[in-house]
């Protein structure tokens, strides 16, 4: 699976949108893109994913370049409740069970303020 | 909306010991997974099930752990003689299909504390 790259920490105000980046540079054809978030040592959720095309779901939006050298995982209006570590993870699809396993980094700490 | 629980939320053990931790999986999932957690580290990958047998497994899971599926709906992890260092949050997770994509959802975690 590819590496990604996020940045620490970033803050953001209640109400505004939280777009948090990362880079995976590496990525091959059939690897996915997927965002998962993990709330003060709560299981990990999953928000969305997507493989070349944007993608939109109740929780947040993501961006993929047209590279597909990165992403940005958009929280379009951020409550306190949103603070969380937010780690995007790259693997690939398709049937195999070496493909069940998800590789978390440091991911993001998203601190969202009043 | 279903979701994945785990018992218990809260595991002391002596060194040693054996413990099994149990998850309840989602009802029509098909594939099953433990990860853990030390207290300020990264999730680490331990095994994957499927088809009543192992899958996939890290070098963290040695011969001092198992995985089972007892029944239709539990799945459980034992760890046969705990070492201070297995002392984590524990994650249980489970998905419907693997196809060309598709999402684990995780339960809220047994924290296991080793003395």
């Known amino acids: 699976d590819a590496k990604t790259t996020q940045p620490p920490s970033m803050d953001c105000a209640e109400g505004r949108a939280a777009n948090l980046p990362c880079n995976h540079s590496t990525i091959s054809g059939n690897e996915y893109v997927y965002w998962y978030r993990q709330i003060h040592s709560q299981g990990p959720q999953y928000i969305i994913h997507?493989?070349?095309n944007n993608e939109t779901n109740e929780m947040a939006s993501l961006i993929i370049t047209e590279d597909r050298k990165s992403s940005t995982l958009i929280l379009p209006h951020a409550t306190l409740r949103d603070t969380a570590v937010y780690y995007c993870i790259v693997r690939g699809g398709g049937r195999g069970s070496t493909l069940g396993r998800l590789y978390f980094g440091r991911g993001t700490q998203l601190t969202v303020w009043p | 909306e279903p979701e994945v629980t785990q018992t218990p939320s809260h595991q002391v053990t002596q060194m040693g010991q054996e413990v099994i931790l149990r998850c309840v999986p989602i009802s029509n999932h098909l594939y099953f997974y433990w990860y853990r957690q030390i207290l300020g580290q990264k999730v680490e990958f331990l095994v994957s099930?499927?088809?009543?047998?192992?899958?996939?497994k890290s070098e963290i899971f040695d011969d001092q752990f198992s995985v089972e599926r007892p029944d239709g709906s539990n799945f459980t992890l034992k760890i046969r003689s705990t070492k201070l260092e297995d002392s984590a949050m524990y994650f249980c997770a489970s998905s419907e299909i693997q196809v060309t994509s598709y999402e684990q959802y995780f339960g809220p975690g047994t924290r296991l504390t080793v003395t």
């Open positions: 997507g493989l070349k």
């Open positions: 099930f499927y088809n009543n047998e192992i899958s996939e």
